[in-house]
């Protein structure tokens, strides 16, 4: 299929995915729900936030094929690409994200919607996917800060407080000693932890901050936010993990969406 018939096939669908684009978002966040739980968590649970993140996905197929070339669009990607870091992205994902969208699609337009449409869409996607990997990927690769991959550091914990019934702050230091620095207000780090009977390992992200004299981050775990009955990374971080145990971080990023 040339990008001139995606084109066409994807304005075509255009105007009923806008009209349905509230079944749309809640059929997404069911299937996450369902199927990728970790994801949730990348939002810090925040649902309002993942039925914003499902039509910035949709917007920005939308925004490409308004283009005469994809690489048009690439400058227009970037900041997105910054925002999908800062949830904790991994190449993985786009494909989940993708399958899962495309499928919401489908379901909530029924018989609307034609095969051809759904294919330019699928086709678009994932092309996007492909340079918002891309792009992630060199830009991880500008911070030079001893990333055990391309994505996450092991850090200590070195003392953990608990201000209140609802609130623990964890501090943590790289253990290769290299830290990058916090900018600007309201950042959030992607914890990873593998634990026992839990596949695969969990994944969450939670707000972090500098403070002076520790030279490294300071984690604020707010057991309030927790509205998952399941969520076994918080209850772990609060309840049992102790100074000197280790976790996977990302890099802090702003919490954009």
């Known amino acids: 299929m040339f990008l001139v018939d995606i084109q066409k096939e994807i304005k075509k ?48 197929v939308f925004g490409a094929v308004m283009q005469e ?67 992630e990927k060199s830009d991880y690769k500008k911070v030079k800060i001893g990333m055990q991959t391309w994505f996450f550091k092991s850090f200590r914990v070195v003392k953990k407080v608990q201000e209140s019934d609802l609130v623990v702050l964890i501090y943590i230091v790289p253990i290769d000693g290299k830290i990058a620095p916090i900018h600007g207000t309201d950042n959030f780090v992607s914890v990873r932890l593998t634990m026992l009977n839990e596949a695969p ?13 520790h030279k490294g981050y300071v984690m604020i775990i707010n057991r309030s936010a927790n509205i998952h009955k399941n969520d076994h990374l918080t209850e772990y971080l609060f309840n049992q993990l102790s100074e000197g145990d280790t976790l996977e971080i990302t890099l802090p990023k702003r919490n954009s969406c």
């Open 13 to 60: 669908i255009a105007p009923a995915i806008q009209l349905n684009k509230e079944k749309i978002k809640i059929l997404f966040v069911e299937k996450l729900q369902n199927n990728e739980p970790d994801f949730l968590h990348m939002f810090q649970d925040d649902v309002n936030k993942i039925e914003g993140f499902t039509m910035s996905l949709i917007n920005m």
């Open 69 to 135: 070339s994809l690489k048009q669009f690439i400058p227009s990607i970037k900041p997105m690409v910054h925002q999908y870091q800062s949830l904790g992205l991994l190449p993985d994902h786009y494909k989940n994200l993708g399958k899962y969208l495309i499928i919401s699609i489908r379901e909530a337009l029924e018989e609307s919607v034609t095969h051809e449409e759904i294919i330019a869409f699928q086709l678009i996607f994932y092309r996007l996917a492909e340079i918002a990997t891309r792009l």
């Open 201 to 213: 390992s969990l994944q969450k992200s939670y707000r972090v901050i500098e403070k002076t004299g």
